[in-house]
């Protein structure tokens, strides 16, 4: 049975009034997956070597160092510190690698972590796009380093590039990070001659306004393939909802049907390669009642390709 990793102390990571990443994001999904016959477990904190893996002492020790005890701390002009915040980060992370070690275990065939803050804009020393510790690639380097594991594929669909995903795995051959996102959009990254120092990036940029019509060619012709070869052991999702045609802060024309139908591609790839272990974690979706459905839809595909 699919896996579901949540933590109520997401809740207490707090953003100023009128920011897209809030609070209700995680309420609204929790409700969207109420009657959704899952598994349920609460996160534990990231253990400090796994976070070191991707992010070093000093910039973790600047982030507590910047933590307020009330109100809200600045970093940068979108992302912000509130006294949950770091709490709710490390939980981000912790669920990610008890997702890996869930699946990879054999205890759940895949499993998504339903946490915030997201994770995958964070660079090795650099908090930004409401992102504070790089999750999935945190995630990556566990596989890698506490099982063995030979391939890991990160697959972010997320509207915005992850480029923080990229920088933490930009070095590492054994793990392939694809990325289809709009361009021109920010944070500006992932072109598609960002390809990493082992050939291991593959970026797809999508114009504004494009369907699922598009993502769906795009993948069957070059994603999947690129991903077939690799042949991954795992597949890490970077589940961005905000793609979809109602969320405020891009212009894709994705809609519910089309997360569902991305995800079951995925699940194809999985099956084909890493006897279907798929751990997926949110990252973005900004419109709530489009993150609800988008996410279930997402999650009731894992539900059913993990049922077999």
Same mark, same amino acid.
Not at 52 to 78: I, K, M, S, Y
């Given at each position: &049975?699919?896996?579901?990793?949540? %933590? ?6 707090? $953003? ?19 009657? &959704? ?20 002492? +000093? #910039?973790?020790?600047?982030? *507590? =160092? =910047?933590?307020?005890?009330? @109100?809200?701390?600045?970093? +940068? ?23 890996? !070690? ?7 065939? $895949? ?16 908090? &930004?796009?409401?992102? /504070? ?8 380097? %566990? *596989? ?15 509207? %915005? ?30 072109? =598609? ?6 050939? $291991?990036? &593959? $970026? ?36 961005? #909802?905000?793609?979809?045609? !109602? ?7 994705? +809609?519910?049907?089309? #997360? ?25 979706? /900004?419109?709530?009642?489009?993150? =609800? ?6 999650? !009731? ?6 049922? @077999?």
């Amino acid at each position: &049975m699919t896996l579901l990793i949540d %933590h109520p102390d997401t809740d207490a990571h707090a $953003n100023p009034p009128g920011h897209p990443e809030q609070v209700a994001r995680l309420p609204a999904i929790r409700a969207a997956l109420a009657d &959704m016959a899952l598994t349920r477990e609460t996160a534990p904190p990231a253990a400090p070597e796994a976070v070191l893996r991707c992010h070093p002492q +000093d #910039f973790l020790d600047g982030l *507590a =160092a =910047a933590a307020p005890t009330e @109100g809200f701390v600045q970093l +940068d002009p979108d992302t912000w510190l509130s006294p949950g915040t770091l709490r709710a980060a490390w939980l981000g992370a912790g669920a990610a690698v008890r997702a890996v !070690d869930a699946v990879l275990g054999g205890a759940a065939p $895949n499993a998504f972590c339903a946490m915030r803050p997201p994770g995958h804009h964070a660079e090795r020393t650099t908090p &930004m796009g409401f992102c /504070y510790l790089g999750n999935v690639a945190i995630a990556a380097k %566990h *596989a890698l380093a506490a099982h063995d594991l030979a391939r890991v594929a990160v697959v972010d669909f997320d509207v %915005h590039h992850g480029n923080g995903t990229q920088d933490l795995l930009w070095d590492e051959a054994r793990t392939l990070f694809v990325s289809t996102h709009q361009s021109p959009l920010w944070p500006g990254t992932g072109a =598609a001659d960002e390809t990493g120092t082992q050939d $291991n990036v &593959m $970026n797809r940029p999508l114009p504004p306004g494009s369907d699922g019509a598009l993502i769906r060619q795009v993948w069957e012709a070059e994603i999947a393939p690129r991903l077939d070869a690799f042949a991954p052991e795992l597949v890490i999702v970077s589940a961005g #909802f905000d793609a979809h045609a !109602d969320d405020p802060l891009a212009q894709l024309q994705w +809609d519910t049907d089309d #997360f569902a139908w991305l995800t079951d591609r995925i699940c194809d790839l999985a099956a084909r390669h890493a006897d279907g272990r798929v751990v997926s974690c949110l990252e973005g979706g /900004y419109d709530l009642p489009a993150l =609800a459905a988008s996410a279930a839809a997402h999650v !009731d595909v894992l539900r059913r390709r993990g049922d @077999g």
